[in-house]
């Protein structure tokens, strides 16, 4: 167990529909990293959010945004969905030192038929 | 941010031999950190080896650092079936998030 849940585990959506997939951080952690990770790949960063502001990027589009709340658990919205964005989606959160590492929860298994 | 490359992309050994795989990073780094996934899910730290360390060890895990070559390597001793995984190595700088690279494969058959 890691403390970081994330719901929910699977999800089958249609394409061009919309999707908002939830991460709970662990306690005391400030900082929430979001992944998309497709069969047989690494996974890749989507954004991350350090005290409810967005301070980091990957090469994803607008349509995919995301928020993280006061208590700093975190939202991952994709808008639009197209059949690519199947995939485990993947959230992450540390601490605030450089020197912590991130705890990850088990993913969301997102299928867009 | 940067990613790190992982080398080889698949690795298969038989239980008690050990398992060496290799990152490699560009730009300088505060520290790099070493993941394993089980299949579909989520990561699991390993090991986290500061710039000024050269070597860290953790149970039959044992990783070494060299930052004149920007590289990382990680060696998993006596390895298990159960050590059966794809491992990822993320370099961190400041205000950086961590980049994964694609991993290496480790299969270990009995």
């Known amino acids: 167990e890691t403390g970081v849940t994330q719901s929910p585990t699977h999800l089958i959506k249609t394409r061009g529909q919309q999707v908002t997939l939830r991460c709970s951080s662990q306690s005391g952690h400030n900082t929430v990293s979001w992944y998309q990770q497709a069969l047989g790949q690494g996974p890749q960063f989507i954004f991350q959010y350090y005290r409810e502001e967005e301070n980091g990027r990957g090469n994803f589009p607008p349509r995919f945004s995301g928020l993280q709340f006061p208590n700093y658990s975190s939202e991952l919205n994709v808008n639009a969905l197209e059949l690519d964005d199947s995939a485990l989606y993947l959230c992450a959160s540390r601490g605030k030192s450089m020197n912590t590492e991130a705890f990850f929860g088990q993913g969301t298994r997102l299928t867009v038929v | 941010s940067q990613q790190g490359e992982e080398d080889p992309q698949a690795l298969s050994i038989q239980e008690g031999e050990n398992a060496t795989m290799n990152c490699s990073y560009k730009t300088s780094i505060n520290n790099l950190q070493w993941y394993r996934q089980n299949s579909g899910r989520g990561l699991v730290h390993l090991i986290l080896?500061?710039?000024?360390?050269r070597e860290k060890h953790s149970g039959r895990l044992r990783v070494t650092l060299d930052t004149s070559k920007k590289s990382s390597s990680l060696l998993i001793t006596a390895s298990r079936a159960a050590d059966t995984a794809s491992y990822f190595c993320?370099?961190?700088?400041?205000?950086?998030?961590?980049?994964f690279g694609k991993g290496t494969t480790l299969s270990v058959s009995s």
């Open positions: 080896i500061r710039s000024n360390e």
């Open positions: 993320a370099p961190l700088t400041p205000g950086t998030a961590l980049i």
